[in-house]
């Protein structure tokens, strides 16, 4: 998965796949396909919640590459 995402960043956005901000986000991506498959329970602590708070986060990342 770290290859087809690092070849997807460096051919669309033009990127590194090292650089920090990008790491990160794949970090929350990974954390977000878990919570996908789990149990849809939003309770702290679950698989599902911690892909939910990633969401959210990984939209202000989004902003970030494009700003």
Do not use: D, W
Request: net charge positive; aromatic share 10%.
């Amino acid at each position: 998965m770290q290859f087809a995402f690092g070849a997807i960043v460096e051919q669309v956005v033009g990127l590194s796949p090292e650089a920090p901000l990008i790491r990160r986000l794949l970090e929350h991506y990974s954390t977000f396909m878990k919570g996908l498959v789990s149990l849809p329970l939003n309770i702290p602590g679950t698989p599902y919640a911690r892909a939910v708070e990633v969401r959210n986060y990984s939209k202000y990342i989004r902003g970030q590459i494009s700003a």
